[in-house]
Structure formats: C-alpha cells, structure tokens
C-alpha cells in the first residue's frame, strides 16, 4: 500500500490512515504537498522562512494530533483545515508581536479552528515543560527514561547499554529516575 | 502511606501486568476505594501518557525537518513570493526626485511661519498667565489718589510689587501660597482683612506644583483660633460648585463658579479647570466647595480663553507639606482635620474663613 502513496496522489481518506498508521511515506507526502501553500501565506504576511517552517510544523502536529486522537470527523477538506489552523496560528504570533492588527492577506478558504487550538496550547505548553524537566534530569536518567518510556526499549537491553549488573538494578535506578522528572515537571506546573 | 517510589512501583507492576491475578485485583479494588490513592494513580498515568506524547512530538518533528531540509525552496520562492506591487516599484524609481520634492515643502513651510510671525515665542508661550498682581500698573494710574491719603495718614508708603493670596495651613502662623508669587522675594509681608501687616519668610516652594509654604516670624503676631476649614484628599467632582476668596484688591473679593475639567492647562492632572471669574491677585487663594473644604489653591488662568482659571489640586497641596523636613520647623505644621463651615450657608462661611486668608506682599 505504501509503494502506491508514493506515485498516484491520495486521498485524504488515506492520508488519514496512513497516519494513524504512522506511515513515514504519507508524512513525506503531506508536509510536501501543503508547505508551499503555507509559505505563500505567511511571506506574504510580514513572515520569514524561519517563521512559515515553525508555523506549518506546528499545523501538522496539530492535524497529527487530532487524527490520532480519533475523533478526527472529515468535515472540511485536510488542506482547508491546514490552512484555517496555520491562518489562526500566524494571526496569534502578529498579534503577539502587535506589528498589525488581525488583518492577513488570505489566499484560500478557511474556518474558525480555536476549539482545536485552545487544545493545542496546552499540550504545547505541557511539551515545553517536560523538554524543560527532561534537561534539568541531566544524564543517565534522561537517557533511560527516554530509552524505556518513549522508545519502548527493554529493560534488559538498557541494563546492558549502562552497564547495570542485571535488569533489576536498572529498574531500582529507572524508579528513582521517574520520581525526580515527576517532581520536576510537577514543581514547573505550579509557575 | 505508601512512599512515592513504591507507589510507582506498583502502579508500573500492574501497567505492565507483572502481578499476578490476586495482586491486581487487590490493585483495582484498592482504586475503587480509596479515593486519594486512585487520584494518584491517574495522577501517574497521566504523566506517563505526557511523557508519551512528548517523545512523539519529538520524533514527529524530527521527521518533519528531515523532510524540510529535503524540500526544494528555490523553487517555492520563485512561484510564491508576491512581487512588489506598482506603486512600490514606482516608489523605488522615482525616491530621489521625491526626497528633493518634500525637502523643498518642509523649507517653504518653515520659512512661512518664520517670516509671518508664527515663531516668536511670547505670542503663544504666554497662553498661560499667572495671576499675580503687578503693583507697578495700578500705582501709576493711582499714584494721585494714594499720595493724598499717605500725606493725611502717615502710614508706610506701599511699595511692594507684586501681590498675590494666601491662606493660613495651620493656626500657628503657616500660611500656603503659588510658588509664583514669592518667586524672587527679597522680603514678603502678608496682611490680612484687619489691614495689620506681618512679616513671613518661605521655608519650602515646590516649583513642579507651584506651591510654597510661608511662616509668619512677626513677634507681633498671635497664634489664630483654629482653623474653620479643612483639605479635601480625594479628588473634587466635576460640575461642582466652588468658590473662591482672595486679594485681587487691596479689599477681599468673592468669586463663584464651578469645577470644569478634572485636568489644568494642557491636560496637567495635577490641577482644575475651574470656571470662576479670577484676576491678577487671586493667586494663592483657596478653591472651596460648598462644605468648606480646600480643593484647591487658583494658580493661573488662559490668556486667549474665557472661564478657564486654574487651580492646583489640594491632595498635591498636602503631599508637598509632607515632604517638608519636619525637623528643619521650628513649630509643627499641624494640618485641620476639624470642618465647622460644613452647615453653615455661603455668606456665613465667608465670614467666618476671612481672617485666615491673607494678602502677600512681594519686595524684591
């Protein structure tokens, strides 16, 4: 199925499965196909480069995470919803900069994504605190945490990779580990 | 209590079934009953599931930017980058002979002003005009009619020149006046409604407000029956009515009139807006409202507009007197907290505030 993605265009129907299926191919296949209509809206709107790469990284990630979310319902086109949801975004950072006042030079059609972006920001915000947390664990927690959590590595092989003399002792360490980037993500939350 | 570390101990045990059928039922059983310990529970795996989406965000991004750098943005560029518009380019084209055109405007229009006047200073600065009396003016046109009197009654000629109002701040001999009207002084005497004259020095002027604060040092003088009136703190309303007693004479003259902007001369938040009729002389007097309180002390009043006189706002009246040195007093300033003009009608008011409000004579 993925050979196919790759030479005929697909549907949005299968671009949804293919990332549900966490298929590499559609990614390539959907960040190529909508980056330039993303760019032409933010160079044309006082952005740089820098700013329509960060801006349409962070439409996908927002489109990634409502589809997998599952409660992603086909009601627009994708492109439509990629465009809404990088419109809105830039619109926020303008404002934020206040260079000019909520008005953009528009060059598709859109609609009002601020439920799907209030979700957003906080789950960016929760992303930022746990980088944040992460760094401040400092070596080798922050490789075993990543390592067990995020990369689903066995215990086994991360006892061999820190040297650990068997599996139960780097489980001991990985408790210890955890309790700490709790405590330091949880002391963040309060600020 | 479990400690932290053995409640993720547990908690990972069932996550990732490592207990046997007993213990986690023993597991769920426990969630379902003790309330705080299932919120901890939740608590973690919430975490867990953070911790999740973050390693996912993360490898998401990194794919993302391995596809970046794979995408060709010349191309972009050139399809979608807006070329300036026509009148940018027209713009880019003609910038000099435009930057001439308008530096040729700018200097015709200044040498307009310059040759038709617009430029010398008084004819706008002095929009403002303090109301302190110039004697020289007036004893010119009296000159006759004073000297028959001197002649009759030997009293010591006036020769003071300048003269403005004051009223008393407390009953042993501080008195509170414009900045303005004892600026310069070689010597200041004040004079109240009795025609008995006293000599005052100024022990603080706070420019900025301009206000000034005066001590009697006469050995003649008595300490005043206690003050009728007290300084209004908060701001006065608009539209309320006011009045104002002072020496624009050599007799005490009433004024009436009503507060009209809660800012002075070009927006200046320290003062009013008062609409009174006010003249050279009125200077330093006291603004009361109709219960007897200070607002303020009439400063000023705009030469080029009708009804607009000015008064310093009473609150920076006293935060000046608190930023007197105390020590440097040789009495205490002790400010009137007491209003008994309050019931009292206009006329009565008057009357009874008359020998606290004082005529300043300037010598320099």
Not at chain 2, 16 to 28: I, K, L, T, Y
Not at chain 2, 247 to 253: N, T
Not at chain 2, 283 to 295: A, E, K
């Amino acid at each position: 199925m993925s050979s196919k993605i790759n030479y005929s265009k697909p549907t949005d129907n299968e671009i949804i499965l293919g990332i549900l299926n966490n298929s590499s191919s559609t990614l390539l296949y959907l960040y190529k196909a909508y980056f330039p209509m993303i760019y032409q809206l933010i160079i044309n709107n006082n952005g740089n480069e820098d700013d329509a790469k960060d801006i349409y990284q962070e439409g996908i990630i927002i489109l990634h995470d409502k589809i997998k979310s599952g409660d992603f319902e086909l009601t627009s086109k994708l492109k439509t919803f990629l465009y809404s949801v990088c419109r809105r975004l830039w619109l926020k950072k303008l404002n934020h900069k206040s260079r000019f006042n909520a008005n953009i030079n528009d060059y598709e059609d859109h609609f009002a994504v601020e439920p799907d972006l209030a979700n957003h920001e906080e789950k960016d915000q929760q992303f930022l605190m746990m980088d944040k947390a992460l760094l401040q664990l400092g070596e080798p927690c922050k490789t075993i945490i990543e390592d067990f959590y995020i990369h689903n590595k066995s215990m086994q092989d991360i006892s061999e990779k820190f040297g650990y003399t068997n599996a139960d002792n780097a489980k001991t360490q990985k408790y210890k580990c955890l309790q700490r980037l709790k405590k330091l993500f949880f002391s963040k939350e309060k600020i | 209590m479990k400690s932290e570390i053995e409640l993720i101990k547990e908690i990972e045990a069932y996550l990732f079934q490592e207990m046997d059928a007993q213990q986690s039922s023993a597991f769920e059983n426990e969630r379902k009953q003790n309330s705080s310990f299932d919120q901890k529970v939740s608590e973690h795996l919430n975490f867990l599931q953070s911790l999740k989406s973050y390693g996912d965000k993360k490898e998401l991004k990194a794919a993302m930017d391995t596809i970046h750098d794979d995408i060709d943005l010349d191309a972009i560029r050139a399809e979608y980058q807006e070329k300036p518009s026509k009148v940018v380019s027209l713009w880019k084209k003609s910038k000099r002979s435009l930057a001439v055109a308008a530096s040729i405007a700018v200097l015709v229009t200044l040498s307009t002003l310059f040759f038709t006047g617009q430029f010398d200073g008084e004819n706008h600065v002095s929009n403002y005009s303090e109301l302190k009396r110039d004697m020289e003016t007036i004893k010119r046109s009296q000159k006759a009619l004073i000297r028959n009197i001197n002649n009759a009654t030997n009293q010591p000629q006036d020769i003071s020149q300048f003269g403005g109002t004051g009223f008393a701040l407390s009953s042993n001999g501080y008195l509170v006046t414009n900045y303005h009207v004892v600026k310069d002084a070689d010597s200041i005497y004040v004079q109240n409604g009795k025609g008995e004259s006293f000599k005052a020095e100024t022990i603080y002027i706070d420019p900025t407000y301009d206000i000034a604060v005066l001590q009697i040092i006469d050995p003649l003088f008595k300490n005043l029956s206690p003050l009728p009136y007290t300084f209004k703190k908060s701001n006065a309303e608009l539209g309320e009515d006011v009045y104002t007693i002072g020496y624009p004479k050599d007799d005490i003259v009433y004024g009436k009139g009503y507060l009209s902007s809660s800012t002075g001369f070009g927006g200046d938040s320290t003062a009013y807006q008062v609409s009174i009729p006010v003249n050279p002389g009125n200077s330093g007097g006291p603004l009361m409202d109709n219960r007897g309180n200070v607002i303020g002390i009439v400063s000023g009043k705009q030469t080029l507009a009708d009804g607009a006189a000015f008064a310093v706002k009473s609150d920076f009246v006293l935060k000046s007197i608190d930023n007197i040195p105390q020590d440097s007093l040789k009495q205490k300033i002790n400010i009137n907290k007491k209003n008994t003009l309050a019931g009292l009608n206009r006329t009565a008011q008057i009357r009874k505030m008359q020998d606290y409000i004082f005529i300043v004579k300037v010598y320099n």
